[in-house]
């Protein structure tokens, strides 16, 4: 079992460049998960994929922001012209849960990568 | 708006000692509850969950309780050990709800265990 891997671990970037990070779920796992998270805060739903469809995005998600799996297997988030504010660990998770229903299945988090916009 | 609530950032328990952790959620179309462990530099790990039909749920040293009329569950770990050390977040899902907004996580409590 591998379990979920993210990439990069940190990333430090300046204001108004564009980054990337890549998500590889447990290879059985349906869903896939982003999540952001800062200092003193838990995790914060940003969006889901089932399969390649990405089904929900929270209104955290400004436009600035976009997540693809285009192959139902790896995602990635990429965000346009950083701020300050998007400074977080982005979370990414992987569950196997059934066609229809809720989400309530337990999540697999992946270590996160740390983005710091300077 | 807070829907799921650890209105305690920290607590020291003496390790062997019971440790509880409480959390409160204002949602009443949340159904099921989860527990997570958080070490540092790592993602969040699954520890325990529970669904509104039950009150209690055990797995080893580990048990939540809920009490829907209170909106209110918590963790008891009996006992604690010094690897218990970490954050615990508590969270929260509508599982009929259909829809896909994710788990709802409170802002975590760190456990500290004494030796």
Not at chain 1, 42 to 55: K, R, S
Not at chain 1, 80 to 102: I, P
């Amino acid at each position: 079992d591998t379990g979920v891997s993210q990439d990069p671990r940190h990333k430090i970037t300046k204001r108004g460049q564009n980054v990337t990070f890549r998500c590889d779920p447990i290879s059985e796992h349906n869903r896939l998960y982003w999540y952001r998270q800062t200092l003193g805060q838990g995790p914060e739903f940003l969006t889901y994929f089932q399969n390649e469809a990405q089904l929900e995005k929270s209104r955290l998600l400004s436009d600035r922001f976009s997540a693809e799996r285009p192959k139902g297997s790896f995602s990635t988030l990429e965000i346009q012209r950083t701020e300050q504010g998007d400074s977080a660990m982005y979370l990414c998770a992987s569950s196997f849960g059934g066609t229809f229903g809720g989400i309530n299945e337990k999540l697999f988090f992946g270590s996160g990568t740390q983005l710091s916009v300077l | 708006d807070q829907q799921v609530k650890q209105n305690s950032p920290s607590l020291s328990v003496q390790e062997g000692r019971i440790s509880i952790l409480n959390c409160d959620y204002t949602n009443s179309m949340f159904d099921y509850f989860l527990w997570y462990k958080k070490y540092p530099a790592e993602g969040p790990t699954f520890l325990i969950s529970i669904s509104s039909i039950k009150d209690k749920n055990e797995d080893g040293r580990f048990t939540v309780f809920l009490n829907k009329s209170a909106k209110h569950l918590s963790l008891h770990i009996v006992p604690s050990q010094p690897g218990d050390s970490a954050v615990y977040f508590c969270a929260a899902s509508q599982y009929s709800g259909g829809g896909a907004d994710g788990l709802t996580f409170g802002k975590g409590t760190h456990l500290i265990i004494q030796p």
